[in-house]
């Protein structure tokens, strides 16, 4: 033991030795730099993982995963599918709507091709094809890199072997941003999905709401649906080799230019988050002259990260601030908002319309957060009804109601005690319609602008199976709203549908006509084939 305890004693002298010598001698300098930004947190996975891919792919995928990030506020358009000519109205959302235009008070519509457009559309201000559909995919698309039609009868000539081969080509053909897109044989339908890497895609599909009973149909991440292609080939009926044709499109091979700065933002510091401007005043509403509007920034993080995002709005003419903003300089207001991961914040400015703003004047502020465009729907200018006067509207309603006074009689007597004018001169529905349209065609209800009663119709509150707008332009016209919602109407507006008469109390409908207790809903709406909704204090 005592040996071992000399030996252990002589090797640790020996080692300190050594460590001594190599201290004195001279060390090479070590390396310096310059000190360094912080590493900024890496950009989390939100749905779609992005790893690997271009960043033009990046591009596609981070804002298709933007869209889908809106949930039920992105529609799935079933109810033009259904209820619309299509030969008559262009039934598409092409290229008018971004992610972040969809909201809890302003629904849109889009239907499978009508996405994938808009994609590319917002992601890098690309057309990949007007009008989109998967008509015009699969008949000969510049895009495409993949064109198959299945052979004789179908799957009973082909072999387990040749179709599993097939099966791996596609899929090996196959890159983020890709879109896949089939033809039935019928010829009446189809569909188009986006590729996004990873075995997976994203698609519009389904309906989401039922137009006929008024029930919501709202799937777990609305319109928009986040599977795996395998459903492509599961089945007896072997998805996607069962069409007449199908075809793999690669726009990107098309693209020229740059990425947009507020795609690289998305693709960025705002991959994640979910931004809503809303406004005290939601589509539909009119605003007074010298009234007030309140607009607020709710911003959610879905990431597992806490972000701070600048948040800038640059005010329109026909308005003064009044308040909320943490900096305002000239007619620009600005913030710097946290939010803490998994949370969401939120911000709010007014703003005053000028007492000499001309009605008929749409206010709209532009707005970005964290770089992205964000805006909310235009409100108009006019007169509207005061809270007084939305209560008499009430009043004389309930004190009316159940007398001898029916439908327009009966409206007009309301506004005449609250208002002391005559709302209407019409005396009957069907000279109200002629007041509005033209003369009926087997297409559709055109609303014509130089009729006498179009200057109280309430803006895009008009629609129904057969109504189109005062707008001719295609794009514009799909800014009617199809889901009446009771945000959107206000105390007093009067609503003409088919043959039926309604005001509006703040809770439903009340039956002008009929008169009672029971209240419709305003979804109801779109169970008519036209409706429009008037304002009689826009005349006023």
């Known amino acids: ?94 290229g008018i709507m971004a992610p972040e235009d969809y909201t809890s008070q302003y629904y849109g519509y889009t239907d499978c091709s009508s996405f994938v457009y808009d994609v590319y559309k917002f992601a890098l201000g690309m057309s990949i094809s007007s009008p989109a559909n998967t008509k015009t995919y699969c008949a000969g698309s510049p895009h495409a890199i993949l064109t198959e039609t299945p052979i004789s009868n179908g799957f009973a000539n082909m072999t387990a072997e040749e179709l599993s081969a097939k099966e791996k080509a596609f899929r090996e053909t196959l890159q983020p941003g890709d879109i896949i897109a089939y033809r039935a044989a019928n010829g009446n339908s189809g569909h188009a999905m986006l590729y996004v890497g990873n075995n997976m895609m994203l698609h519009s599909s389904g309906s989401t709401y039922d137009f006929t009973t008024g029930t919501d149909k709202v799937e777990k991440n609305g319109t928009y649906l986040y599977e795996s292609i395998n459903i492509l080939f599961s089945g007896g009926r072997r ?32 991959r994640g988050i979910v931004v809503e401007k809303l406004c005290s005043h939601t589509y539909g509403q009119t605003v007074s002259p010298g009234g007030t509007l309140t607009y607020t920034f709710r911003i959610k993080n879905n990431t597992s990260r806490p972000v701070t995002l600048a948040v800038a709005d640059t005010l ?135 009729k006498p009663l179009t200057s109280l119709v309430a803006p895009r509150l008009y629609g129904g199976k057969l109504m189109a707008e005062l707008d001719t332009n295609a794009a514009a016209t799909q800014y009617r709203t199809r889901l009446v919602t009771k945000n959107v109407l206000m105390i007093g507006d009067i609503v003409l549908a088919d043959n039926a008469l309604y005001m509006f109390t703040g809770v439903g409908l009340y039956d002008l006509i009929y008169g009672g207790s029971g209240l419709q809903s305003p979804e109801s709406l779109l169970t008519y084939d036209r409706f429009v909704v008037l304002r009689p204090s826009m005349a006023f």
């Not at 996607?240 to 510091?269: A, C, W």
């Not at 206010?363 to 939305?390: F, H, N, Y």
Request: hydrophobic share 40%.
């Open 316 to 450: 329109p003419a026909d308005v003064t601030y009044v308040s909320g903003a943490e900096a305002v300089a000239d007619n620009t207001l600005s913030w710097y908002l946290t939010v803490a991961n998994g949370a969401t914040e939120s911000i709010s400015y007014t703003v005053q319309v000028k007492e000499t703003t001309p009605t008929g004047t749409f206010i709209q502020s532009e707005s970005t957060v964290g770089g992205v465009p964000v805006k909310c729907p235009r409100i108009q200018v006019a007169k509207t009804l005061t809270d007084r006067e939305q209560q008499a509207v009430l009043d004389a309603q309930k004190e009316l109601d159940g007398g001898e006074l029916k439908g327009i009689a009966l409206a007009n007597a309301i506004y005449e005690k609250v208002c002391g004018k005559t709302a209407f001169t019409q005396q009957t529905i069907d000279a109200m319609w002629d007041n509005l349209v033209l003369p009926y065609n087997t297409d559709a209800f055109l609303l014509d602008s130089k």
């Open 239 to 270: 998805h996607l080799f069962d069409k007449s044709i199908y075809v793999i499109l690669r726009p990107l091979n098309k693209f020229e230019g740059t990425i947009p700065d507020h795609t690289l933002q998305r693709m960025g510091g705002m």
């Open 1 to 94: 033991m005592k040996l071992f305890q000399r030996t252990l004693s002589v090797l640790l002298l020996i080692c300190l030795v050594f460590s001594l010598a190599a201290c004195g001698k001279p060390q090479a300098p070590a390396e310096t730099t310059a000190p360094t930004e912080p590493a900024a947190p890496p950009v989390e996975k939100v749905l779609v993982d992005t790893a690997g891919m271009t960043e033009l792919q990046k591009a596609i995928v981070v804002t298709a995963e933007s869209y889908c990030l809106r949930g039920k506020y992105a529609q799935y358009d079933q109810y033009s599918l259904t209820k619309m000519p299509s030969k008559n109205v262009n039934r598409r959302l092409l």
